[in-house]
Nanobody, 121 residues
Framework: QLVESGGGLVQPGGSLRLSCAAS????????IGWFRQAPGKEREGLSC????????HYADSVKGRFTISTDNAKNTVYLQMNSLEPEDTAVYYC????????????????WGQGTQVTVSS
């Protein structure tokens, strides 16, 4: 099971850190991605990481603002989100799959339930 947490309401320009915790398995040898889906829009790939070697990829829309990282001791993947904008409002998901240069939802097959992020003043 993948469990996302850390979402909430934040003002424009603010920051949030999302967590993706694995339950029942360890992330070793997995590749993990972060995605989001806003109402009426397709699911968008944001970032991914190879848990073993730490190689990361980012979508252009979040490059320089979002950072993906891992905590091996906690078996958790994080998404640090800075300089948030109203356009970042969405449900955010983590998933396991194939971490490629293009972070593509179709390459992921095991998903968490999502956590809501709302950016508003």
């Amino acid at each position: 099971q993948l469990v996302e947490s850390g979402g909430g309401l934040v003002q424009p320009g603010g920051s949030l850190r999302l967590s993706c915790a694995a339950s029942g398995f360890t992330f070793d040898y997995y590749q993990i991605g972060w995605f989001r889906q806003a109402p009426g829009k397709e699911r968008e790939g944001l970032s991914c990481i190879n848990y073993n070697d730490g190689i990361t990829h980012y979508a252009d829309s979040v490059k320089g603002r979002f950072t993906i990282s891992t905590d091996n001791a906690k078996n958790t993947v994080y998404l640090q989100m800075n300089s948030l904008e109203p356009e970042d409002t969405a449900v955010y998901y983590c998933a396991t799959g194939l971490c490629a240069v293009q972070v593509t939802p179709d390459l992921y097959d095991y998903w968490g339930q999502g956590t809501q992020v709302t950016v508003s003043s």
